[in-house]
């Protein structure tokens, strides 16, 4: 009571009731060398994020009030999205399970890759379709198919989408529109 006559927090919910250790925290993204503003990668709603980097390390993502999406906003799935940084469970190698076989194996990037576009130019050529039945002119391939993230910017989007079309790819998606 004294104190909150002496704060004047008569109600006692401020000042009067905030504990020294309280008083002590300072938020983790107060230490933070500079801030960047980015856009939540996870849905197609695009609210606006504030990055804190400390050591060149995310260490902390808020929602940005400057955003007129969002306003400071972010639902719970994005306000966690440090996670898909920093979680120490997150895969950062190749990993390759050969068929038939029970465990994955570290496979280096530019195999990878190879093996990927081996795969898709043995599709296209093996499914490629230039007439229907009929002969109209179809030039495309069933056997191919791209479902995007929404973890995907705009450009990879842009990319992808000119590839596949290119490819003579009709089945082209993104998990953004599901
Ligand atoms: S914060 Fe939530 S609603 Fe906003 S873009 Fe990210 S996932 Fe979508």
Known sequence: MVRQLRSGDVFGRG???????????????????????????YCAVGCGQRIFVKDEKVIGI???PDSPISRGRLCPKGAASEQ??????????????????????PLDPDTAMDMIADRFLAS???TWQDTDSQGR????????????????????????????????????????RI
Do not use: H
């Open 15 to 41: 000042p009067a009731v905030t504990s020294p250790t309280t008083r002590a925290t300072t938020s983790r993204n107060a230490t933070a060398d500079r801030m960047v503003q980015s856009v939540c990668p």
């Open 62 to 64: 808020e929602g940005d």
């Open 84 to 105: 898909l940084v920093n979680a120490p469970g997150r895969q950062t190698k190749v990993l390759y399970r050969p068929p038939g076989a029970r465990d994955w194996q």
């Open 124 to 126: 296209r050529r093996r």
């Open 137 to 176: 002119v179809l030039r495309r391939t069933m056997g191919i198919a791209s479902l995007g993230g929404a973890t995907l910017d705009n450009e990879e989007n842009y990319l992808i989408k000119k590839l596949f079309t290119a490819a003579g790819a009709i089945q082209i998606e993104n998990q953004a």
